[in-house]
C-alpha cells in the first residue's frame, strides 16, 4: 500500500501521528514527514488515519503496476 | 455529442503527478475510450516533494515515493520512452523509439526538469547534483549518509533551503549561495526573506547572498572538490547540488505550432492549448508545471506554476474538460497554495505573494517565528503566507477569493497595531535571483499584437 499526504490540505492536526507514529511524523510544530511506503504490519493504522483526519488530507491505493494491461 | 467525448483515444504525455490524476479523472468522467500514458522516465508516477525531505534525512529509500492510485485507470503505460513531438494535424504523438501513438484529444503533462548548472563540464563533475528525479534524491542521499566535508547548494529557493535544512539535520557543513539578498526572497519579498535568511544562520548554515558562484572546480580526476564564488572567495566542498530553479520540458513542442515557450504552454482558463497565434485549440490540452494559464485573481495575467496542489488541481479540470461539451465545461479557478518544510517551520502559502505592493503581519510575530502574513495589490488582499500557523490559512484563502479589503478588516489580525502598519512587499525581480520563481506572472501583454516564429536550425 502506498500513501500520499495532500499537504496544501493538511493543518497539522496531528491526528495520523497518534494513530500510525511509524509512518506519519511531524517534524517542528506543524510540519508532517511521512513514509509513502506502507509497511503491510501499519496498514490498518494508516488506514484508521485517513479516516480520522480531520481535513481528509490523506489518500491510499496501491501504486500503479508498470504492467499495466 | 458528450457520448462522443466519452469514447475515442486519448494520450497523456508526462506520467507524474499531473498524468496519473488526469488519467484517474478521465475515467470518473465516464470516459471509456483508450486512454495511453507516455512518461520518459521509467517509473509508474512518483511523488516529488518527499525527495527534498524525508528522502535527503535518510528516512525513506528514494525509490518508495511511487504514488498511490485513486483508482486503477486502465491505461497502456508507455514509460521510459520520450516524447519527440506533436503531430497537430495528422493527431500523433511521435515518440523517440520510432512509433507514433494516434489521438483523438491529448494532454500535457510533461512538466519541468532541473536547471543544469550551465558549464557542463563542471556540471559532469562527481559529486555535483540537481535535484529534480528519484535518480537525483537517491544519488544525493547517498552522498549525504557517506558524510562530506561540507555540502555546496548553489541556489536559494524552496529546493535550496529544503537541501540545506537537511543536511544540517543531518549535521553536514553546508554552504548556501545565492545571488539576490535573501533566500525565498523571489517567492515570499522581503520580509519573510529576512526570517528565512535568520533561521537558515540560526540553524549553522554558512548563508552566502549577494554572490553568484562562477566556477565549479575538480580535483583532478573528476571529482569535485569546491567551487569560486563571485566575491572572491572560494568554498571547499565534496558535494555540490545545483538548486536553480526548473526549465519547463517544452522543447519537444517546437514543431508543434503550439505557444509553447520557456514560460510554458499558454492555455485558456479550461486548460485547451493555444496555438503560437493565439487561436484555442480544442483537442490539445494543458495540466501542471508545464501549463500557463489565465487567472481572474491576478488581473488575467498568465500564471506558471510549479506546485503540487496545482498539479492535481488543474489535471482535474482538464480530465473533465476533455470529456464534456463546451458549456459543460470547467475554468480552472483553483488559488495557487503550496508548503515548504524548512528548519523546523512549516511554510505555508496561499494565493500570489509576488503579485503585491505591501504586507501586514495580520497574526504572531517574526520574533514568535509563528505568523501570518497578508499581501495586499492595490488595496485588495492577493495572498498570504503562515509560518507555523496553517489552519489560518482557510480564512485569508476566504479573502483572496472575496476580493477582500488589503489591509484586512479587523477580525483578521490578533495584533491591530501591526496591521494598520503596511510595510513594502519587496518582491524583486526575479531576473535577479539565482533561484527560479515557483510562482511566475508571465505578463499580458495586449499591445504586443506580433507572433515572432524563430524556427530551429
Known amino acids: 500500500m502506498r500513501t500520499v499526504v495532500d499537504l496544501t490540505h493538511c493543518q497539522g492536526y496531528a491526528q495520523c501521528v497518534f494513530l500510525a507514529p511509524k509512518v506519519f511524523q511531524l517534524h517542528g510544530e506543524e510540519g508532517l ?18 479516516a480520522a483526519c480531520p481535513v481528509q488530507a490523506i489518500l491510499l491505493g496501491e501504486e500503479v503496476s508498470v504492467d499495466g494491461r | 455529442m458528450a457520448g462522443d467525448l466519452r469514447d475515442g483515444r486519448i494520450v497523456i504525455i508526462g506520467a507524474s503527478l499531473a498524468g496519473l490524476r488526469a488519467a484517474e479523472a478521465l475515467r470518473e468522467e465516464g470516459f471509456t475510450g483508450s486512454l495511453t500514458v507516455v512518461g520518459d522516465e521509467p517509473h509508474p508516477p512518483y511523488d516529488r516533494p518527499p525527495l527534498s525531505k524525508q528522502v535527503l534525512l535518510g528516512l525513506v529509500a528514494a525509490d518508495s515515493t511511487g504514488l498511490p492510485m485513486r483508482r486503477d485507470p486502465d491505461a497502456e503505460w508507455r514509460l521510459g520512452v520520450r516524447a519527440t513531438g506533436l503531430d497537430p494535424l495528422g493527431k500523433r504523438v511521435l515518440l523517440a523509439d520510432g512509433e507514433s501513438v494516434p489521438y483523438d484529444r491529448v494532454l500535457i503533462t510533461t512538466g519541468t526538469r532541473a536547471r543544469p548548472w550551465p558549464k557542463a563540464e563542471e556540471a559532469a563533475l562527481d559529486g555535483v547534483f540537481t535535484l529534480r528525479t528519484r535518480e537525483d534524491a537517491g544519488g544525493l542521499a547517498e552522498r549525504l549518509a557517506a558524510g562530506p566535508r561540507r555540502v555546496l547548494v548553489i541556489g536559494g529557493g524552496f529546493t535550496g533551503s529544503e537541501i540545506a535544512s537537511a543536511c544540517r539535520e543531518r549535521g553536514l557543513d553546508v554552504t548556501v549561495a545565492e545571488r539576490g539578498p535573501a533566500p525565498l526572497v ?144 470547467r475554468p480552472h479557478l483553483a488559488l495557487p497554495t503550496f508548503w515548504s518544510t524548512q528548519f523546523g517551520l512549516n511554510i505555508k502559502s496561499v494565493g500570489v505573494p509576488t503579485f503585491s505592493d ?28 503562515t509560518v507555523d500557523m496553517a489552519k489560518s490559512l482557510d480564512y485569508y484563502r476566504h479573502l483572496i477569493e472575496t476580493a477582500a479589503p488589503f489591509p484586512p478588516p479587523p477580525g483578521a ?45
Request: charged fraction near 20%; proline fraction near 6%; charge should be negative.
Open chain 1, 33 to 50: 514527514l511521512y513514509a509513502p511506503a506502507v509497511p503491510d504490519d501499519q496498514a490498518e493504522r494508516v488506514r484508521q488515519a485517513a
Open chain 2, 186 to 329: 523571489g517567492a515570499l519579498g522581503g520580509t519573510l526573506s529576512k526570517l528565512a535568511a535568520v533561521m537558515q544562520r540560526n540553524h549553522g548554515v554558512d548563508l552566502r547572498t549577494g554572490v553568484t558562484v562562477t566556477t565549479l572546480r575538480g580535483d583532478g580526476s573528476g571529482r569535485f572538490s569546491g567551487a569560486e564564488l563571485s566575491d572572491g572567495s572560494r568554498v571547499e566542498a565534496d558535494v555540490c547540488v545545483v538548486a536553480l530553479g526548473a526549465v519547463r520540458n517544452v522543447e519537444w513542442l517546437a514543431d508543434s505550432g503550439l505557444a509553447a515557450g520557456p514560460r510554458g504552454i499558454a492555455c485558456d482558463a479550461g486548460c485547451r492549448a493555444f496555438n503560437m497565434y493565439g487561436i484555442v485549440t480544442d483537442d490539445i490540452f494543458v495540466a501542471g508545471d508545464v501549463s500557463r494559464f489565465p487567472h481572474p485573481l491576478f488581473g488575467y495575467q498568465m500564471l506558471s506554476l510549479e506546485h503540487w496542489g496545482n498539479a492535481v488541481e488543474q489535471a482535474e479540470v482538464a480530465a473533465h474538460n476533455m470529456v464534456n461539451p463546451g458549456p459543460l465545461r
Open chain 2, 358 to 385: 505591501h504586507v501586514v503581519i495580520a497574526q504572531g510575530s517574526l520574533e514568535a517565528r509563528r505568523l501570518a502574513m497578508v499581501y495586499g495589490y492595490q488595496g485588495r488582499v492577493t495572498a498570504a503566507v
Open chain 2, 413 to 457: 489580525a490578533d495584533r491591530a497595531i501591526a496591521a494598520d502598519i503596511p510595510v513594502p512587499s519587496d518582491v524583486p525581480d526575479p531576473k535577479g535571483l539565482s533561484h527560479g520563481p515557483t510562482v511566475a506572472l508571465t505578463g499580458y501583454l495586449p499591445d504586443r499584437r506580433l507572433t515572432v516564429v524563430q524556427p530551429r536550425g
